[in-house]
């Protein structure tokens, strides 16, 4: 499966591009931008080596963050822009 630094070098996602995940039921907002490197860093400046990691970080148990980030500008959820990597 390809990985986030995949996706910035086939052009689906930008460096810099925010990303945002509610949480509705808990009350919840979380935002994070992604990195030239591929990580993502969230809104209270901790670095993950992956969106799951980054999603794991405000949920505090295993979750997958490809399902659960989407894509500020477009409103796409990460796991629909590896899908079109995936071709």
Same mark, same amino acid.
């Given at each position: 499966? *390809?990985? +986030?630094?995949?996706?910035? &070098? $086939?052009?689906?996602?930008?460096? !810099?591009? %925010?990303?945002?995940?509610?949480? *509705?039921? +808990?009350?919840?907002?979380? &935002? $994070?931008?992604?990195?030239?490197? !591929?990580? %993502?860093?969230?809104?209270?400046?901790?670095?993950?080596?992956?969106?799951?990691? $980054?999603?794991?970080?405000?949920?505090?148990?295993?979750?997958?963050?490809?399902?659960?980030?989407?894509?500020?500008?477009?409103?796409?959820?990460?796991?629909?822009?590896?899908?079109?990597?995936?071709?």
């Amino acid at each position: 499966m *390809p990985t +986030l630094l995949d996706l910035i &070098k $086939a052009g689906l996602i930008n460096d !810099g591009e %925010v990303l945002y995940w509610e949480q *509705p039921r +808990l009350g919840l907002f979380h &935002k $994070a931008v992604v990195q030239k490197n !591929g990580k %993502v860093r969230t809104s209270d400046g901790v670095e993950h080596r992956s969106p799951s990691g $980054a999603a794991r970080h405000f949920y505090k148990k295993p979750i997958d963050g490809w399902s659960n980030w989407r894509v500020e500008r477009t409103n796409e959820r990460l796991s629909d822009i590896r899908k079109k990597a995936n071709g």
